[in-house]
């Protein structure tokens, strides 16, 4: 639905079984795996996507992706950011068990996840200091 019908393709198709997390998207706020959730779960809700942070990488988590050069084949990052945001909006400052518990949902063929680490971590930074 979100990239077929609505055209909002950031959102990636990864597994299909919930287990991978390329797909995260936000339901009033709360990470889920939109490959198995149905249109149905959403009635009434706020869904965020990953378009939903900045059209122009002004989010600190898209400046703190591009800093740390996070990015490797690409196709989890969408999933792992959102993720990333939905953790740092209800936790500020975050310890190295927080972001490990927040993203461990999310897998990274490319091992990425010391970039991911780090990226959280200057974001959460970024984002106290505004
Ligand atoms: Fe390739 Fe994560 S960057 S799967």
Avoid at 37 to 54: D, F, H, R
Avoid at 70 to 90: D, E, I, W
């Amino acid at each position: 639905m979100i990239r077929d019908e609505i055209g909002l393709t950031g959102t990636k198709f990864g597994c299909g079984m919930a287990q991978c997390g390329a797909c995260t998207v936000h339901l009033d706020g709360v990470p889920v795996r939109s490959c198995s959730t149905p249109v149905s779960a959403a009635a009434g809700k706020k869904v965020s996507t990953i378009e939903s942070l900045s059209a122009d990488n002004s989010h600190p988590l898209q400046k703190a992706w591009i800093a740390h050069d996070v990015p490797q084949c690409g196709y989890c990052q969408s999933g792992q950011l959102m993720s990333a945001a939905a953790l740092l909006n209800s936790n500020k400052n975050p310890s190295d068990a927080d972001i490990d518990a927040a993203m461990s949902g999310n897998i990274c063929r490319c091992g990425t996840y010391g970039r991911i680490k780090a990226a959280i971590k200057t974001a959460a930074t970024d984002m106290q200091k505004a």
